[in-house]
Nanobody, 124 residues
Framework: QVQLVESGGGLVQAGGSPRLSCAAS????????MGWFRQAPGKEREFVAT????????YYADSVKGRFTISRDNAKNTVYLQMNSLKPEDTAVYYC?????????????????WGQGTQVTVSS
C-alpha cells in the first residue's frame, strides 16, 4: 500500500509559479511511475503530467506543456509539479497518483494510488 499526501496548493495570482509536492509512504516508491491529475468544478478528472520511475521520461497534457514540469526525488519519496505562468483555467483540485508499473502513463485508470488532492485557485 502507498499513501500519498499533496501540499503546496492555495490561492495564486495569474502568472504565478507555485510548486506542488507529493510525499509518498508505504511500499516501495521508486519502482513506480507517478502522475499528476486535476479536476475542475463540474468537470471530469484529467491528466496533467506523468514521470517514469527513473525520472528520465516525462509526458504532459497539451494544455500545460511548456508551463509545468514534473520531477521526482526517489531518495525523498517525493514527486513535484512546478507550475509556471498559471492561468485562471488552471484552477482545480490537483491530485498526485502512483502506479506499480515503472512506465509513465496518462491514463487515470492505470493508477492504483491517489492522494487526497490540493486546491489550486488562480485569480485573474
Amino acid at each position: 500500500q502507498v499513501q500519498l499526501v499533496e501540499s503546496g496548493g492555495g490561492l495564486v495570482q495569474a502568472g504565478g509559479s507555485p510548486r506542488l509536492s507529493c510525499a509518498a509512504s508505504g511500499r516501495t516508491f521508486s519502482n513506480g511511475a507517478m502522475g499528476w491529475f486535476r479536476q475542475a468544478p463540474g468537470k471530469e478528472r484529467e491528466f496533467v503530467a506523468t514521470i517514469n520511475w527513473t525520472g528520465r521520461s516525462t509526458y504532459y497534457a497539451d494544455s500545460v506543456k511548456g508551463r509545468f514540469t514534473i520531477s521526482r526525488d526517489n531518495a525523498k519519496n517525493t514527486v513535484y509539479l512546478q507550475m509556471n505562468s498559471l492561468k485562471p483555467e488552471d484552477t482545480a483540485v490537483y491530485y498526485c497518483a502512483g502506479r506499480s508499473s515503472s512506465g509513465d502513463s496518462s491514463f487515470l485508470y492505470e493508477y492504483a494510488y491517489w492522494g487526497q488532492g490540493t486546491q489550486v485557485t488562480v485569480s485573474s
